[in-house]
């Protein structure tokens, strides 16, 4: 990778992250956002364009996607789209479950 395409890649990715950290419902900044914060480093073109695609959608459509309320249709279903909702359950996961254990 040239210096050009590589700082080319730095920006589009701090982009992506300030998108995905402000999405404007604090539900989706934590969710996207930190999913983006955890994994943006270290993803390609490819996965920088699925993460964009994903975060097109409506943010109400998008946090009842994450959170289960209601199904995925099958036109909007990607791999990152599952990848951001897997984080999510298990980060709810823990933290439920460490409240629980108290």
Known sequence: ???????ALIQRRRRLL????????????LMIGGFARKYIDGMDDE????????????DAELADWLTGRKP???EAESDMLRRIRDEAAEIAQG???AKRGR
Do not use: Q
């Open 18 to 29: 300030y998108r995905a950290t402000h999405r404007g419902t604090y539900e989706n900044d």
């Open 95 to 97: 933290e439920f479950g």
């Open 1 to 7: 990778m040239t210096e050009v395409s590589s700082e």
């Open 47 to 58: 996965a920088l364009d699925a993460l964009e695609a994903v975060m097109e959608h409506p």
């Open 72 to 74: 995925v249709p099958a």
